[in-house]
């Protein structure tokens, strides 16, 4: 039974959703912090108060809709360009091109028939081959 448990967590996608979800958690925070204390401040300084809060239409408060969805663009701009695009930039890195595999057949001159290449006689129309 433990034994089962054990190569269960030992498995790799189980460790590295394990550590996917720790190292998440700690950006998650470096990322809100970044639009928290970074991104906003200067988007007030450009543009006056960059709250949206006391927007209503109506009595409809659409200010917090408008603060939610501007952080989260905030959040996913973050995230794409530190984090998406410097991943598949070093993915890039260390996936070379894989150089093509020799062929392992050619055709006979005579009949165009494939045979191995190391072949010094067709096996099909027994012609001597170059």
């Given at each position: 039974m433990f034994k089962g448990f054990r190569d269960f967590i030992l498995r790799g996608n189980v460790l590295d959703l394990?550590?996917?979800?720790?190292?998440?958690?700690?950006?998650?925070t470096v990322v809100t912090s970044l639009v928290k204390d970074i991104f906003t401040p200067f988007i007030g300084d450009l543009v006056g108060k960059?709250?949206?809060?006391?927007?209503?239409?109506?009595?409809?408060?659409i200010g917090n809709f408008l603060n939610a969805l501007f952080s989260f663009l905030l959040?996913?701009?973050a995230v794409y360009f530190f984090i998406v695009v410097p991943a598949n930039?070093?993915?890039?890195?260390?996936?070379?091109?894989v150089p093509d595999a020799p062929p392992v057949t050619k055709a006979c001159p005579e009949c165009l028939s494939d045979i191995p290449v190391a072949a010094r006689r067709c096996a099909h129309c027994g012609q001597p081959v170059a």
């Open positions: 394990a550590v996917g979800v720790i190292i998440g958690g700690a950006f998650g960059p709250d949206f809060s006391a927007i209503a239409y109506n009595h409809v408060m959040v996913a701009l930039a070093l993915m890039a890195r260390f996936h070379k091109p």
